[in-house]
């Protein structure tokens, strides 16, 4: 399979660097789009739909195609896969049937792939993306392999959009099923952020909903941790400041910790919806603030599925969590190198609000502040 990643700030741009990336005969069947919402999602998709490529498109909080992130853009990887290894299925959801979601479409596609893989993006801030997660294991079973990322919106907390050739949703998923017969897809999610602290215990809590951390409202006892004064609705920058510098880290019996901030606060208890869940009566930590460790760490981890699982790779897709954009500033840059070098192979990437894949030695679930690699190669 032969790959290409183009990018551009408008429809026609997007345009000019497909019609260049196709002039020596390259045709691409499939196109991996991230953007920005302040971009012309139909426009830029009835450019790729011209061309007959399938697109599986999720919007973000910053995009890039090597170790650079881009603003207000818009991202493509190009792949030329075979139409009979891939295909694009898509739904909307409510607040109850995240689950019940998953399980169809995971079912829809075993009824063409017998052993599908899975690159899932979902919209929707306040979804549990664990019950999406759940929901495509009780379908294939608990080995299925499943990444992605949950959809951006330049970190305005507003509105996220999953979209394909011909649909879009702000409460959705949208999926690319592989034949993992046919494509080889390995990836991990990397953390690397310190615990802080003693463990604490969550004493009320109902799926992705948080309430009380040791008896304390979860929002006042992160705001006592992290020094925050003004806790009102009237900040601007508190939910950046949870998520980016002041999340909880989930221990597990098994595996890495895994990071849950929060993402939307109900004001009449202060309370906190996390996008994923966070059980009632587990043992959480804070974090420390990250440091160059942090960025190391996702490199080796990286170098590690290339070592183990995927010597070569035809593409790489990163989902990377916005927070560690908004926590490591210019540092993310070398972090994003370091990843591109480990296979020098085209790749895109998105700033996502929550990350989907295994961690180390852990089991599938949703991720926050975290890196998810993931390597594609057709056989």
């Known amino acids: 399979m032969q790959a290409k990643s183009i990018k551009g700030k408008s429809p026609g ?47 973000s909080n910053g995009e890039f195609t090597d170790e650079t992130p881009e603003k207000q853009s818009t991202v493509v990887l190009l792949m030329d896969m075979k139409r009979s290894n891939f295909q694009i299925l898509h739904a909307d959801y409510n607040t109850t049937n995240f689950r019940q979601v998953a399980v169809s479409l995971a079912s829809k596609t075993l009824e063409n792939i017998s052993n599908p893989a899975f690159l899932v993006g979902g919209s929707n801030a306040n979804t549990d993306a664990e019950a999406l997660l759940k929901g495509f294991e009780e379908a294939v079973g608990a080995h299925v392999e499943v990444y ?29 099923a592989l034949d993992a017969d046919n494509v080889t897809i390995k990836g991990r999610a990397t953390c690397g952020w310190r615990a802080v602290g003693t463990l ?32 009102t609705p009237d900040n601007p920058q508190l939910l950046l400041e949870i998520a980016a510098n002041l999340p909880m880290q ?34 959480v930590r804070f974090s420390l603030p990250p440091d160059f460790d942090v960025i190391e760490k996702v490199i080796s981890e990286t170098a590690n599925i290339k070592a183990t699982d995927m010597p070569e790779a035809d593409a790489v897709i990163v989902f990377s969590c916005a927070g560690r954009l908004l926590s490591f500033g210019p540092l993310i840059n070398q972090e994003l190198e370091g990843i591109k070098n480990v296979w020098n192979t085209p790749m895109a990437g998105m700033f996502s609000n929550a990350e989907l894949a295994r961690a180390t030695g852990g089991k599938l679930e949703m991720h926050n502040a975290t890196t998810c690699v993931v390597a594609l190669k057709e056989k």
């Open 13 to 59: 741009e997007i345009e000019a660097a497909l019609e260049q990336s196709m002039a020596d005969g390259f045709k691409p069947t499939l196109a991996i789009v991230f953007l920005s919402i302040t971009q012309d999602r139909k426009a830029i998709t009835g450019v790729l739909d011209n061309v007959g490529l399938q697109v599986f498109g999720v919007t």
């Open 148 to 176: 992605g990322g949950m959809a951006g919106d330049d970190i305005t907390f507003t509105e996220q959009f999953v979209f394909s050739n011909d649909w879009e949703s702000n409460k959705g998923m949208i999926v690319l």
């Open 200 to 231: 604490k215990t969550v004493t009320k809590s109902e799926g992705n909903h948080v309430y009380t951390v040791d008896d304390v409202p979860v929002l006042d006892l992160t705001a006592r941790y992290g020094g925050i004064e003004n806790v």
């Open 250 to 283: 989930l221990q597990r019996e098994n595996g890495d910790p895994v990071m849950r901030p929060g993402l939307v606060v109900d004001w009449n208890d202060h309370s906190f919806y996390c996008s994923g869940s966070v059980p009632q009566g587990s043992k």
